[in-house]
């Protein structure tokens, strides 16, 4: 019996050593030691023949299993270390860093020119005392509309072409106005003076001057004795600090649900001519009544104008989808 084991553990201990003079990787190493010592290798069933040897001689058979198991063991770790190293050495060199290279510039990102038109526009008005005041996007009806004194049979919710959502009377909001409310029912009754930036929705066809999605910049000051000198006073200090001093302002009267009596502001340009550029004028007594304030004692002006109308003005951009068109030509300008 013993020579018989004797003469299998040689033929297992010269396959070993043929096997590993082949192997050329790591991973072809721990494939042998699977081969040979794993659950179902060819070293096992040689253990499991103790059991079978008669016991004067199971000693020996021991040493030798055992012999062969140490010697599989330490050839094929030995063989797998070296390798590992030649393996080691190569990735080494390939990714190897020659310092003495220049290195590569970094290209800096921009601000887009909106967020550049919106941080120039606060600080104007910021010297003027207004503080900025961020509002929801999503609004409900009454907000969005009915406060501001737009009822549900009003013409003028045609103009807004709206955005309502799956919930019943939950709507994207069509302009800042409603941050208007909001404002006045978290100040009432302390004076306020403050820009309402943010996106706005309407289901509009896209072209060069309209978008779904567009941004504006509303303004709201309440007080004692707020008048429309004041609010034509800040119009014209706000064009004249964007656009030049040298820029002529007009009001035109127009409608708004909101506002009463309403303006429409122009500005001259190079030409001669005239370019509209926002809609304001006085708070409506209904909208005042409807932030908490009462019309009776104090009064206020409000006024919004299109962001990206202020920028395409102040840039000579000629049409809006520019900016949402992701081309960095475009964008690396400002």
């Not at 590992?84 to 921009?110: F, M, Y």
């Not at 009377?169 to 302009?175: D, E, I, S």
């Not at 706005?200 to 896209?206: A, K």
């Not at 500005?267 to 370019?275: I, Q, T």
Request: hydrophobic share 35%; net charge negative; aromatic share 8%.
């Amino acid at each position: 019996m013993i020579d018989v084991l004797k003469q299998e553990i040689d033929q297992i201990r010269e396959a070993a050593q043929a096997d590993l003079s082949q192997a050329d990787t790591s991973d072809a190493c721990e494939e042998l030691r699977i081969k040979y010592l794993g659950r179902n290798g060819l070293v096992t069933p040689l253990m499991q023949k103790m059991k079978e040897v008669p016991n004067e001689q199971k000693a020996e058979a021991g040493k030798l299993l055992n012999g062969l198991k140490q010697f599989v063991e330490s050839e094929i770790e030995q063989a797998g270390e070296k390798l590992k190293r030649g393996e080691q050495d190569v990735r080494l060199k390939q990714e190897a860093v020659d310092v003495t290279l220049p290195g590569r510039p970094v290209p800096l990102g921009r601000l887009h020119p909106i967020t550049q038109t919106l941080l120039e526009l606060y600080d104007i008005f910021a010297e003027m005392g207004f503080q900025v005041y961020q509002t929801r996007e999503v609004e409900t009806d009454e907000m969005n509309f009915q406060m501001l004194n737009l009822p549900e049979d009003h013409p003028a919710r045609d103009m807004h072409d709206t955005f309502y959502t799956k919930d019943k009377g939950v709507v994207l909001r069509t302009h800042t106005s409603p941050g208007q409310i909001h404002l006045m029912k978290e100040r009432c009754p302390d004076p306020i003076r403050a820009v309402l930036p943010g996106k706005c929705y309407r289901f509009e066809q896209t072209d060069a001057s309209h978008e779904w999605m567009f941004y504006q910049l509303e303004g709201i000051a309440i007080g004692d004795n707020i008048t429309l000198a004041d609010l034509k006073g800040t119009l014209n200090a706000f064009i004249h600090r964007t656009f030049g001093k040298e820029r002529k302002v007009q009001f035109r009267c127009s409608y708004f649900p909101f506002t009463e009596p309403s303006m429409e502001v122009a500005m001259s340009d190079k030409d001669g001519g005239w370019l509209e550029i926002l809609g304001s004028g006085m708070m409506h007594p209904i909208v005042l009544r409807n932030g908490g304030y009462d019309p009776e004692k104090v009064s206020g002006f409000a006024f919004g104008m299109g962001v990206e109308r202020i920028a395409m003005l102040k840039y000579g951009i000629d049409d809006i989808r520019q900016f949402y068109s992701n081309d960095l030509r475009f964008l690396s300008q400002f």
